[in-house]
């Protein structure tokens, strides 16, 4: 039975991969739905949600359409998201390999190197980091990814541990194969379901920490952001609630959908789980 068999047998994984696709999609055609900018001041201010059907979520203090800054903003944490993810899963996988692989002075030196970044914070990692270089797409995407890949080099360190001694590993030096063939051709795929176990969570602690850091005013400034329209919205709880919901569900959905992704793909690409799949 194939990978994407015993991944569309999970309902759930696929209710939130067809509502990932449909975000992106819309996010994708944002520009063409909505020609002008999502800073727009395209309507009388604070319309109510469904007082018009032009503008169906209402508008903001500045007479902005939220659904126009909802889909700008797919855009933005869909995007950081994804390079995030590959990011992360490029540096936590190969100084994981590579510790778990050779181990010596060189799983001592990377080991010690993701302790220091895991001991702090990785929000605060995160705040200082942008506030050095400057927001923008490449700081958010270079401070998400130095908080989040510790976590997927110690995974991808122990599976390393464990495969290494394993009959089809020691079949392959035999057989004279170099190390960088046997720890990435040979033993690399063994270890992702344990990786894809935490794509999901990757994937949605970026989209959570590019919301936060442009809540904080810490996001790239030309882009409309969930995290800025919150922002933007906070002092109008009162009068204007719908302007935090909006953005507010959008990041729930968004996160809930990207973490029961990742799960069914674990559940999908591990073997010893395939009779459950």
Same mark, same amino acid.
């Given at each position: ?57 209402? %508008? ?15 855009? !933005? ?6 390079? %995030? ?42 705040? /200082? ?7 923008? %797409?490449?700081?958010? !995407? ?12 110690? /995974? ?48 949605? %602690?970026? /989209? ?70």
């Amino acid at each position: 039975m194939s990978v994407a068999i015993r991944f569309a047998r999970q309902p759930a994984a696929m209710a939130s991969l067809l509502f990932l696709l449909a975000l992106g999609v819309l996010a994708l055609l944002a520009p063409w739905l909505y020609p002008q900018t999502p800073w727009a001041m395209v309507a009388p201010p604070l319309q109510p949600p469904l007082a018009s059907r032009q503008w169906p979520l209402g %508008t903001d203090l500045l007479g902005r359409d939220p659904l126009a800054g909802l889909l700008f903003g797919a855009r !933005v944490s869909l995007g950081i998201g994804l390079l %995030t993810l590959f990011s992360t899963l490029s540096l936590g996988v190969l100084a994981g390999a590579l510790a778990g692989y050779f181990g010596g002075w060189l799983d001592s030196v990377l080991m010690r190197l993701s302790d220091i970044f895991q001991v702090i914070p990785g929000l605060f990692l995160a705040v /200082i980091l942008v506030a050095i270089l400057e927001p923008s %797409t490449f700081s958010l !995407v270079l401070a998400l990814t130095l908080a989040a890949w510790p976590p997927v080099a110690r /995974i991808v360190r122990s599976e390393f541990l464990a495969l290494r001694q394993r009959e089809f590993v020691l079949a392959a030096r035999t057989a004279g194969l170099g190390p960088w063939h046997i720890a990435f051709v040979e033993i690399l795929p063994n270890a992702l379901p344990a990786v894809l176990a935490l794509a999901g969570l990757v994937m949605a %602690t970026a /989209i959570l920490g590019e919301s936060a850091l442009s809540f904080l005013g810490l996001g790239d400034p030309e882009a409309m952001s969930w995290g800025t329209m919150i922002d933007g919205a906070r002092n109008l709880a009162r009068q204007a609630w719908w302007l935090s919901l909006w953005p507010g569900l959008a990041i729930l959905f968004t996160v809930l959908a990207v973490h029961q992704v990742g799960e069914g793909l674990r559940v999908a690409c591990n073997v010893r789980e395939r009779g459950v799949a």
